[in-house]
């Protein structure tokens, strides 16, 4: 990454705020979801526990949201170059695959449901639609912000103030929400 | 995004307006007084609605004690008011028990957590750290009036069928999880869990904004160990908010689904109600007492340190000297913060845990007297050697001292898994948390208003007003709790409708009496305060800035301060208690006095 391009980006008080008030809003989401972890583990001792088939299609979202983390990887290395059309493109295909993979998710439920598993069919099934519609619920508010780090990477030729503060607001929260998604899916997978 | 017009860096982490922007807010009424982004308009707004809800509270206090002081009366009036909660004059045992829950909430969650935590939280914070507002203005304004919501959907309860929810605060299943359980379970509990999962999404934007705001915006020269304890407080009690309400959206989310969406978290199996089998198998009611109490006890703490932070700060300026071992009060808030997120659960003693779970929690929960009682013991030694100024601020103060001790000695039996067994449940724990969660929060509330008021509208409280209503709110207060640890012991059980059938109870009767009487002077004595209040905001004595001569930043300003604060940084030289020292305005300086001035002490 070319570091001299960015010194010029020493965040601003403004930026350093967001920062810190993103992370703070992901550390009380970290506690929603060990809720509903510990939740889980406790009620998963439950007589009544049954494991229901999970459709195979997560196993394409996951993919589906590994990428577009890569794709945001890659707008931030070719913004940070100045390759400005390249990085605006893979932010839009990021955010594209982010509605591709809120998209998988309801076929998945769709699926689920067309196969006779419903929210209180089994305390699994219970844990698996709440715990991914909670995601899912991040899910969109993450893609509002990818979209707005879309359009400040639009703009970014000719403002680049600010570019890489704002960006990183962008990657953190969807890196984050990537890694909530691989933690839950591994959760009711394997557990 | 700000522009840089409203943001100008200086020394790394200052903000502030540039000179020739006015000093007063320019906006439209609306944009001033109603959706407004100013943080001392939002403390204000946080304030008034935290009051009005409290007269809510104190009337819903004031139906219970009449029923538990009068048990065989019958009051064709209440009837008349409240059909549904009175036939042929006497309560309905169902409507009792919405009425405490009602009462519970509302004083937790919609007084005390509106008008100390986020109402003086908002107008505190950025003043005493030297800032224009909070970090996040609009997401300020978002959280007022998203908490407005929660406390309207809640109000809005009480007139849906089955009325408000009857399950207690604690909303424990299966009571809370069914709607056939009582008549409150009905719509009322469905609004019950709406209303607190708003409120933890306003509170969580609230805490965030607060730490952002300590963390990021204070004035040149205000290192951390130079704050005052007040934004010390808050700072601790906001981080343990983040970290420990949602765990409760959480359950809320599970409780909804298992309410209206046929699962089964929280409802075991074989559950008759109304002769009829619930269909739900293998729920766990207790998974609920975990994560209620795992925010439950947090929240304890996060109303409490506000109240001590506050009562810290007030202390020094009616006792002319420093706060007694500021560094070790801060710790103590650190350690007590850390430590509250592991003790829930010795609210659940009795739930059949196993004894090693039981001897961990009470382990823990001695070793969070410790830095509770250091602080205690700190804020006793404040007053050693002072010549004591008891102006109405200070008096409610002393009031807070005396509630921590005699309620936090209680805390040592309940913290104890043996003991609690006896105790669990009894009226011993309303007499202790009422002390300590009631009364030392409610002491420091009136403390602060008496303190703060002429800072806020630029007028004085009546002072013979102010100390008639301590009077008449300590007296009462301490009576009727001290007196309830007694009928604890006697085996009274808590959320009882009466205790006529009840032989072994039957000597209690004139306790309740007097406790219900007690309790009547105590909501009386409330319209002193009220009279004071809006007699002084009309026609108060003009204040002066700094009428109580204290030494934090808010002091410097005008009173009320200017719509953006300080304008320019203020400097800050020193630490938030030097008293008595001889300066040329007396025996303090304030925070911007340059130490070229006086010399430093911290």
Redesign the interface.
Known sequence: MNTTALAMDTP???E??LK??LW??L???T??????T??YV??RS????RHVALPSILWINSAVLGTSSGAVEFAYARGARGRWRTSAVAMSIAFALGVVFLAGQMVAWRQMVAAGVY??TT?HS?FFF?MTG?HAVHIVAALVVLAWGTVVTVRAAGQRR?WAARMSLCRTFWHYLGVVWVFLFALVSLY | MATPAEVVQANGVQTFRPAGVPTHDTRGFVRRFVFSTDHKVIGIQYIVTGLLMAIVGAALASLIRLQLGFPDQQWPLLSKLLPAGYQGGVMLPEFYLAVVTMHGTIMVFFFISYVLVSGFGNYLVPLQVGANDMAFPFLNMLSYWIAFLSAAVLIFSFFVTGGAAAAGWTAYPPLSALAAAVPGSQMGQTLWLLSMALFIASFTMSGLNIVATVLSVRAPGLSMMRLPLTVWSYFVSSILGLLAFPPLTAAAVMLLLDRHFGTSFFLPSGLIVGNKLVPSTGGSPLLWQHLFWFLGHPEVYVLQLPALGIACDILPAFTRKPVFGYRTSVYCLMAVGCLSMIVWGHHMFVSGMSPFSGEYFSLATMTITVPMTIFGVNMLASLWGAKLDLKAPMLFVCGVIALFGSGGLGGLFLGNATADMQLHDTYFVVGHFHMMIGGVTLLATFAAIYFWFPKMFGRTMNETLAKAHFWLTFGPFFTIFFMQHFLGLQGAPRRYYAFTAYDYLRNTRGQNLVISLCAFVLVSSQFLFLINFVWSLVQGRSAASNPWRATTLEWTLPSPPPHDNFGEAPIVARWAYEYGVPTPEGDFATQTVPAASVPVTA
Do not use: E, N
């Open positions: 601003t008080v403004r350093d705020q810190l008030g703070m809003f550390a009380t989401v506690m929603l979801f060990a809720a509903f510990s939740a406790v009620r439950g007589s009544d526990w929210l209180p305390p219970a709440m909670a600010g």
